[in-house]
């Protein structure tokens, strides 16, 4: 058995809140600028302009890209032959949490209770999903994700005999929906099948998967790029002023589901969607 | 581009058109959820509000804590619908503009068109890059609410684009 401390886990949710919160990811920052090149749009060629403006004052400054720091989702992969010892595994990364917010000054955007609402003023608890896998490898994902996308983020439990067609005008809708009110250009992460939860779940994971790369399922990989190019003829555009980028990216992850059903979930990301990510 | 200042006065806010990129310079108000729904209740209550409303600017936001030098790493906006169905309440009672992202209701967009006011759109997700054209910050009231407190912001050349004008204009409808 490996033993892993869990302070050391602390320690390394700590860093990843920070980074992920001040440093736009590449996948993204790539996007952006391939977006503002192609932009026929003078408006939306200024904003886009603007967006990696932020991004490299956030980088250099030691800034937050958003003001909204957003509400912590830790994805844990844990190889079975890893012995945690130190503590508690939960409390430790709400620690890291804790210890990222203070450290970091990011935002603390938590309230204790939906009905109550007092801040905890710590931006802790997290959502935490931990997946016991094989080996003796620790996979650490931290996603702190503002509330402006994830308000626009929907679900739908469609028929079985539904298809492609369906699941497109059902994420195609929830974009319109979201319209210029969620930060566009968008990234979608979506999660087909499995149950009500499961789908959800892949949703949001599948927002911290690269948009530079594709799925290698070719009949996921058809509906990721059915799909951008559907939502882009929306023309919601940066801001939501119009133009070309509409969205930068789409993620799909799928799982087994019932006979009687295709659950679709549609985790709406902004254009500072953030995640970041280390294996130990 | 168009320099504007506050306090922003009717006939100022007139001269303001639908889809026009202004740069914002004087004194604005943050206030969401949670201090809009304190607001409301004060001026329910007849009691004494933190803040004169007057030609006064509210700025959808809730910054990052202050940094060692006092002033805000990150501060862009939030989503102004949420806000919504307090706007009539506080344009009613002398506000000029509010600041914020996104679409407004049909109900917001009709108290800003009756009382000659402005909402202004300022780049969701800017929040780094906007946080350097406020020049200073004070608390005046909801310390206790922390991020969602009202904070008095001195800013310099904020820029904004008029999202609904004065005369209902509205560049998402």
């Known amino acids: ?280 | 581009m168009k320099k504007v200042t506050t306090p922003l006065t009717k006939q100022a806010r007139v001269k303001l058109k639908c889809g026009e990129e202004v740069l914002l310079s004087g004194t604005i108000y943050t206030a969401r959820d949670a201090a809009h729904k304190e607001l409301v209740r004060l001026i329910n209550e007849k009691k004494k509000l933190p803040f004169e409303l007057k030609d006064a600017v509210i700025y959808y936001a809730g910054p990052t804590p202050e940094r060692a030098d006092g002033s805000f790493g990150s501060c862009g906006p939030t989503t102004s619908s949420r806000m919504d169905k307090f706007t009539p309440a506080l344009l009613d009672k002398g506000i000029a503009a509010t600041i914020g992202k996104g679409s407004r209701s049909p109900v917001a967009r009709n108290s800003i068109k009756k009382n000659k006011a402005i909402y202004f759109l300022a780049i969701g997700g800017a929040g780094a890059y906007l946080a350097k054209r406020i020049t200073s910050s004070v608390t005046i009231a909801f310390k206790k609410l922390g991020p969602e407190a009202i904070y008095k912001l001195k800013v310099k050349d904020l820029p904004l684009i008029v999202g609904i004008d004065s005369g209902g204009c509205d560049i998402y409808a």
């Not at chain 1, 700590?14 to 090149?37: P, Q, S, T, V």
């Not at chain 1, 989702?73 to 890893?82: A, D, K, M, R, W």
């Not at chain 1, 439990?157 to 298809?163: Q, S």
């Not at chain 1, 980028?245 to 979930?265: D, F, K, N, S």
């Open chain 1, 1 to 280: 058995m490996r033993k892993i401390n869990v302070n050391r886990i602390k320690d390394i949710v700590e860093g990843l809140c920070i980074e992920a919160n001040m440093e736009l990811r590449g996948d993204i920052y790539r996007a952006i600028k391939n977006a503002f090149k192609k932009e026929t749009n003078k408006k939306a060629k200024r904003i886009l302009k603007i967006l990696l403006e932020n991004a490299d004052i956030a980088k250099k400054e030691y800034r937050p890209l958003c003001q909204d720091t957003g509400i912590v989702s830790v994805y844990l992969e844990l190889g079975q032959n890893v012995s945690l010892v130190g503590g508690g595994l939960k409390s430790a990364v709400n620690a890291g949490v804790r210890a990222g917010y203070k450290k970091g000054l990011l935002r603390k955007s938590i309230v204790k209770s939906p009905i109550l609402r007092i801040n905890t003023a710590t931006n802790a608890p997290c959502v935490m999903h931990t997946d016991i896998v094989k080996g003796e490898k620790l996979k650490i994902t931290v996603m702190p994700k503002g509330f402006g996308s994830e308000n626009k983020s929907g679900l739908a439990m469609l028929n079985p005999t539904d298809g492609e067609k369906e699941i497109m005008s059902f994420v195609v809708e929830t974009v319109k929906q979201a319209g210029p009110d969620a930060c566009p250009p968008y990234i979608l992460g979506i999660g087909l099948g499995g149950t009500f939860d499961k789908a959800a779940i892949l949703a949001k994971q599948a927002l911290a998967l690269p948009i530079d790369k594709m799925t290698p399922k070719k009949h996921l990989k058809k509906l990721e790029s059915a799909i951008l190019q559907e939502v882009n003829k929306l023309r919601i555009g940066p801001m939501g002023l119009g133009g070309n980028a509409t969205c930068l990216g789409v993620r799909i992850l799928e799982y087994p589901t019932h006979i009687a059903g295709l659950p679709v979930a549609v985790n709406v990301g902004c254009h500072a969607t953030r995640s970041a990510s280390r294996t130990i």
